[in-house]
């Protein structure tokens, strides 16, 4: 088995979601008594989809590419973006930056499509904040 890129990037998410399910999950939610699902099903869920996303990507061949270092450069930029829009949403709360930080990961995307912009920036933030308020009754910052 040759190493890639899309291996690496495969054995990364099997183990970030190894992580997520054993350690950060346990870690970072609470047990609770009330309420028809429990705070850490929907990180159990994604962290199993990462996990089996990532076996695949790690088990199919893949061709190695040469060195893109335009896209090198926009999955740093879009890594910065991630950062700040984290630090951001911790002082100025989810409601004010979720829409501005999803518009602007889009656009750095490509995509130009104004229906696809206006879902992605303000019916998806508005879709979680309703299942993390309202359905998990659990405060976003």
């Known amino acids: 088995m040759s190493i890639t ?4 990037a495969g054995f990364c998410s099997i ?4 992580v997520l399910l054993f350690w950060l999950t346990p870690f ?3 047990t609770v008594d009330y309420g ?16 089996f996303a990532g076996s695949a990507l790690a088990g199919v061949p893949s061709e190695p590419a040469g060195t893109n270092f335009l896209l090198f450069g926009k999955a740093v930029t879009y890594f910065v973006l991630i950062v700040l829009g984290l630090f951001a949403i911790a002082h100025f709360g989810y409601l004010l930056v979720a829409p ?7 656009l750095l995307l ?5 229906f696809w912009l206006f879902t992605g920036a303000a019916l998806v933030p508005a879709a979680i904040w309703f299942f993390i308020e309202i359905l998990l ?3 976003l910052p």
């Open 28 to 30: 970072a939610t609470e």
């Open 36 to 51: 028809w699902m429990r705070p850490k099903t929907l990180p159990d869920i994604l962290a199993w989809i990462l996990i």
């Open 100 to 106: 501005l930080l999803a518009l602007a990961i889009m």
């Open 137 to 139: 009754s659990r405060p």
């Open 15 to 18: 183990f970030f979601g190894l």
């Open 110 to 114: 490509g995509e130009r499509r104004w």
């Open 5 to 8: 890129s899309d291996r690496v």
